[in-house]
């Protein structure tokens, strides 16, 4: 499903993530997450080319797929320095692999993201969001103020987890404080609906609900 221009929603079905593939002006083929290894063929079936996986996060429904997509396309692997070490070492728990009864095939992350940083040729902007996983990150592309999310975030007023490994409620909401601060016309979760307008309204709106 086309989001805007240059952005496709490829959504999660069951329980996989939602991935977004971003066409960059740079002629670069970004997907943000993966989903599960039985996401593969449907991502296979939608998409031509992948040059990086971006993993909002480390776990198995965002990242599982990585290392089959990787090979198929050749792409290169990314995530923040927090979580690159349970995807590289295939961590079970901190992946929540174990939780849906699943081995997560590990896999090299190949470029290590750090907050603050903008990924070459993307112009999408690591932004530190921890609370739902240590090393998870939103993206930010500042031009069309558009903000992938991950789980940090979800419609309808929906939080991030934070009673799973590396789950911290304090953390969460200093991270949606955090993305609140951010000029946001649309917001891209890792499950479910989008927020296609007025989003920096709305991740205010839910900021004042969780009562920090
Ligand atoms: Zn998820
Ligand atoms: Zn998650």
Do not use: W
């Not at 174990?98 to 907050?115: A, C, H, P, Q, Y």
């Not at 609370?131 to 991030?160: E, N, Q, S």
């Amino acid at each position: 499903m086309k989001i805007t221009d240059g952005i496709t929603l490829i959504e999660g079905a069951g329980a996989n993530s939602n991935c977004y593939l971003v066409e960059c002006a740079s002629g670069m083929n970004v997907l943000v997450d993966a989903g599960m290894p039985e996401n593969f063929e449907r991502i296979r079936a939608r998409v031509k080319r992948i040059d990086v996986i971006v993993n909002t996060h480390c776990h198995y429904d965002h990242a599982g797929a990585d290392g089959l997509l990787k090979k198929e396309f050749g792409a290169k692997v990314a995530a923040h320095e927090l979580d690159a070490p349970y995807i590289s070492s295939g961590d079970a728990e901190q992946t929540c692999a174990s939780l849906f009864g699943k081995v997560f095939e590990k896999v090299k992350v190949d470029l290590v993201l750090k907050d603050g940083m903008v990924i070459e040729g993307t112009g999408l902007e690591v932004v530190h969001t921890p609370g739902h996983t240590h090393g998870g990150i939103c993206l930010y592309d500042r031009k069309r103020r558009i903000l992938f999310l991950g789980d940090t975030l979800f419609a309808h007023g929906a939080v991030g987890r934070t009673d799973l490994p590396g789950g911290d409620p304090e953390a969460l909401a200093a991270s949606i404080r955090k993305i609140s601060s951010l000029d946001v016309e649309m917001i891209l979760p890792g499950h479910g609906e989008c927020v296609l307008s007025g989003a920096s309204g709305y991740i205010k709106d839910v900021l004042e609900k969780m009562n920090f």
